[in-house]
């Protein structure tokens, strides 16, 4: 539903050419054609496999659903249908439960397709798009801005968007289900081309029965938690399927844009595009990720890498057929040869073994050929690497390397002959043959490396002072943990002065101390080269960053001179008011200040996270604390001559940050973006960006432009009168959320009841636990927090606080008319406002109330949720008011129409919900079985549960 593309407009303009005409290609029947098959094929292949009295139950469920849906949710209705799914076994539930999840997905799907087909015709100039993000014609509106092709095209090849995809589990669908959906898309792409003879017709139907037949019959749920490792491959997955093709396509498409204008194509060593992982490197609250696994999800990647690379290389092997070459080129492949020549003399013994598994060219290339010469060369290294980490994988001794050939250990290595192959391309007049796989080969070493994706290491910074106390304490210098603030800036600035080390080598820690220490010296091993930022979770203060600095130089084997950048991660409300404060005191610090000069050239990144701010003040104080701060960061870091760059830790719903990315790029404070933009990217939303292969170049686009746009155009002022009401508002905000959730003493009986937070666990869909220690609230990841009130549609973590707030706006001397003009004026109330509506269009009270109804028992529980309730609806009013509508949506009817559609479908689901979170609560007592009760029967209840949760997320698209 998110980012859905707009339905075709007559007469409207083609931002590419300027011109208005009429839509010649109907798109908004093909979508609900699409739609309705896929659901009527499935459905036609279900009764073949169901008996026919369980037929008739999902033909009445249906039925009654699309009544209810359709008669404005009267009681009476709704009743019906509770009464009739409140009545069916587990089995019967099950089955109810799959069926529309699989009906979600395949709208889904439908929808990502449809996005395609539109763009694909708007290319073709058959059609227009209201969305604006096309590089065209975002660039045409910077040059009527008054901005020069040079300064656009200087831009573009300077800025980096860099994508982290994390191992959060909000990615509710298997694998397994994942590639059947791609292959079905594919399916229905095909299913459009008019050049299919009968025949090929034919077999594509047939193709796409085989495929929605084995997604019914494929188990939906996950029967173990899986491992880091196992996040890290599923991460690797998404870069192999679509993102390794994506990226050099759409560099070649700048190119052909760039130089259709008269300008330079990108430079050859660009990096528009960067990607990191945290799989296998977030230890936060993680105790599954441990220094070996951080070494196994390396070698991991590594081992991909080398498989991808040498695919490329074997086809450029056999395509550069040249019998010439220059003499940079030729003088290169001599010196490999007397190289390699040597080798062998001096180690007879050594060898690249298993070279008739090769392609082409297992024996020997030509001579005269000399790319083939360089290429085959090229190969074995290559080779060697790739068998290098298959050792390591499976805990086995690396062959010894041969020295004619060793293993690839950086990506410039690599990019050195690619690099003189280009250049004598170029030089002998062949550049038509340099501009295609070869460059695409280069542009993917400098973007991917040698290892795909770089991972990132994260810790808490409280598990840092742990570990510093334990050596203090051994060396007799009393715990580092009883020192204050500046006591801890003080020993830690001496002891990165200092040339003698901290750190005994036999040093005596234990439990997590040991890990912690373990961490830093793996880092160390491993190295800069296949790791990106070592970022530090719950920062508050300047030493938490420093001790990060101490703990990499005495864990290092080169006295840190390869160490992490280390970046402070800000994600409370307290952290963000308190940054300046930090920022400000590292910049004055003599050691940190020259250290990030000559290490890091100046650069400080800092991450600024969505979703604990968010739980901690409510969206509203969070969304304003986040802005504020960026500001205040930025004027902090020019003072002191520091380039800050943000890494924005967005997760997949609006109650942690997500939402259109183009949309919250461009509603940034000014002078924040700079030429470079990291975000993480998980869960869903790497299958709504990333799941095809041309929604990822359309995703890479998004990025590209929305950033040259923030970056380029000249700042909207904000004025002081917007800021004063803003700042009354968050404070109301904050104050009302916090009084509800941390101090209203119903607020976590009634969560735990009305809510399925305690049966989240069964899902499996990560391998991290879902609270850091046990607690409250305040212990409760952002994820599961957001997952769990999404699934109630009451969306809580939204909107909690903000009507209160925007009364206290409405009673302002201007009133109405001041939230309205900051509405208009200013993009980041606009994209806030915007983002609150999307998801309150998808909240339902009523559907709530019935979680209530079943779940909660205490009465003062019941009345407090209706109390919530009665918030909720107030809100929505207010919010209306602000934007002028009349219903939620009404100027993003897209939007509107994707969750309309999927309304009817997700009503069965949460009535099935409520009925079997009530049966499974009747079987368990604190999560665990009681006696007497048959394990079949606690586990069928589980597998239907978990369905209506995976069902649920794919409907709203929001699992947290």
Not at 514 to 530: M, R, Y
Request: hydrophobic share 40%; charged share 25%.
């Amino acid at each position: 539903m998110v980012g859905s593309m707009p339905l075709a407009m007559k007469g409207v303009v083609n931002p590419l050419t300027k011109a208005s005409r009429i839509d010649s290609v109907d798109f908004i029947s093909p979508l609900q054609q699409d739609v309705n098959y896929l659901c009527d094929t499935l459905l036609a292949l279900i009764e073949l496999k169901l008996p026919s009295h369980e037929v008739a139950i999902l033909e009445k469920v249906r039925s009654l659903a699309k009544i209810y849906d359709s008669s404005f949710k009267d009681d009476a209705s709704f009743h019906d249908l509770a009464n009739l799914i409140e009545n069916l076994d587990t089995s019967q539930l099950t089955v109810v439960g799959s069926l529309f999840s699989n009906m979600c997905n395949l709208a889904n799907l439908a929808e990502h397709v449809h996005r395609i087909r539109r763009r694909r015709a708007f290319e073709r100039g058959e059609s227009s798009l209201l969305t604006h993000f096309f590089l065209q014609e975002i660039v045409e509106e910077m040059e009527d801005k008054g901005k020069s092709l040079r300064e656009i095209r200087d831009q573009l090849t300077t800025q980096t968007v860099e994508m982290v995809l994390t191992a959060h589990p909000t990615q509710a669908v298997r694998r397994s289900l994942l590639a059947k959906l791609h292959e079905i898309a594919r399916c229905i792409e095909a299913n459009h081309d008019k050049s299919l003879t009968p025949l090929e017709k034919r077999d594509n139907e047939e193709k796409l029965r085989s495929c929605l037949l084995g997604l019914w019959r494929t188990d939906e749920v996950r029967r173990s938690k899986p491992k880091p490792e196992d996040e890290a491959r599923n991460i690797i997955h998404v870069i192999e399927d679509t993102v390794w093709d994506a990226t050099p396509a759409y560099m070649s498409q700048m190119d052909h844009y760039l130089v259709s204008r008269g300008l330079e194509p990108l430079p050859l060593d660009a990096t528009p595009f960067l990607f990191g992982s945290w799989a296998g490197g977030d230890r936060d609250g993680n105790p599954f990720v441990t220094p070996a696994v951080t070494r196994e999800v390396v070698a991991i990647n590594r081992y991909r890498a080398a498989c991808m690379y040498l695919a490329e290389i074997e086809a450029l092997l056999f395509d550069l057929s040249l019998h010439y070459g220059s003499d940079e080129l030729l003088e290169y492949n001599n010196k490999i040869d007397a190289f390699v020549e040597k080798a062998r003399k001096e180690n007879p013994g050594h060898f690249i073994p298993n070279k008739i598994r090769y392609k082409e060219f297992w024996n020997h290339v030509p001579p005269t050929e000399p790319f083939r010469v360089c290429f085959y060369h090229i190969r074995d290294r290559m080779t060697a690497t790739r068998e290098h980490c298959e050792a390591l994988l499976a805990n086995h001794t690396p062959p010894s390397a041969d020295p004619a050939a060793p293993i690839y250990t950086t990506k410039n290595e690599l990019l050195e002959p690619l690099l003189i192959m280009y250049r004598s391309l170029v030089e002998t007049g062949d550049q038509i043959l340099a501009e295609g796989k070869l460059k695409h080969l280069i542009r993917r070493v400098n973007i991917f490396g040698l290892t795909l994706v770089k991972l990132d290491i994260r810790q808490e910074a409280s598990e840092h002072s742990n570990a510093l106390s334990a050596i203090t304490d051994y060396l007799g210098m009393g715990k580092y943990d009883d020192l204050k603030e500046d006591e801890r800036l003080e020993f830690l600035t001496k002891v990165l002065e200092g040339k003698r080390p901290l750190i005994p080598r036999n040093h005596p820690a234990t439990g997590k101390a040991k890990n912690v220490l373990d961490t830093f010296e793996t880092i160390s091993e491993i190295g800069s080269e296949a790791l990106g930022a070592y970022v530090i979770s719950m920062c508050m203060r300047p030493s938490d960053v420093l001790a990060v600095e101490v703990l990499q130089r005495e864990c290092s084997r080169d006295c840190g001179a390869n160490s992490l950048r280390v970046v402070p991660l800000l994600e409370t409300i307290y952290a963000l008011q308190n940054s300046t404060m930090v920022l400000s005191t590292l910049f004055e610090n003599k050691w940190y200040r020259e250290h990030l000069r000559t290490r890091f050239d100046s650069v400080q990144e800092v991450m600024i996270g969505y979703s604990d701010s968010g739980k901690d003040g409510g969206r509203l104080t969070s969304a304003w604390e986040l802005y504020k701060a960026q500001e205040q960061m930025v004027e902090c870091a020019e003072k002191h001559g520091v380039t800050l760059r943000f890494f924005h830790g967005r997760g997949g719903t609006v109650g942690r940050g997500g939402g259109p990315q183009h949309l919250a790029i461009l509603s940034q404070p000014p002078r924040t973006v700079n030429k470079y933009l990291r975000v993480t990217i998980q869960g869903e939303v790497m299958e709504q960006d990333f799941g095809l292969p041309a929604l990822a170049r359309k995703t890479l686009e998004v990025y590209t432009t929305a950033v040259l746009k923030a970056d380029l155009n000249d700042p909207v002022p904000v004025k002081e009168e917007y800021r004063e009401v803003l700042n009354m508002m968050s404070e109301i905000s904050c104050s009302k959320y916090r009084e509800i959730v941390h101090g209203d003493e119903r607020f976590v009986q009634y969560f735990r009841s009305a809510t399925p937070e305690q049966e989240l666990g069964l899902l499996n869909i990560g391998s991290r636990p879902q609270k850091r220690k046990e607690g409250g609230v305040e212990t409760l990841r952002a994820i599961p927090w957001v997952f769990a009130w999404t699934q109630t549609r009451l969306h809580l973590p939204v909107w909690l606080g903000l009507g209160s707030a925007l009364q206290a706006g409405m009673k302002t001397e201007k009133g109405v008319n001041l939230l309205r003009e900051m509405y208009e004026a200013w993009p980041f109330f606009r994209s806030f406002f915007d983002l609150i509506e999307m998801v309150l269009a998808k909240a339902d009270p009523h559907i709530s109330s019935r979680y209530d109804d079943v779940l909660v028992v205490d009465q003062e529980q019941k009345q407090f949720g209706d109390m919530l309730r009665g918030l909720l609806v107030e809100t929505i009013d207010l919010v209306l008011k602000v934007a002028g509508e009349q219903q939620l949506l009404d100027k993003d009817r897209v939007q509107q129409r994707a969750i309309n559609t999927r309304r009817e479908w997700l009503t069965p689901m949460n009535l099935a919900q409520v009925e079997l979170l009530k049966r499974w609560r009747g079987v368990t007592e604190k999560g665990v079985v009681k006696e007497g009760v048959k394990a079949e029967e606690a586990a069928a209840l589980v597998d239907a549960l978990i369905i209506s949760m995976k069902g649920l997320s794919s409907a709203l698209q929001n699992t947290g």
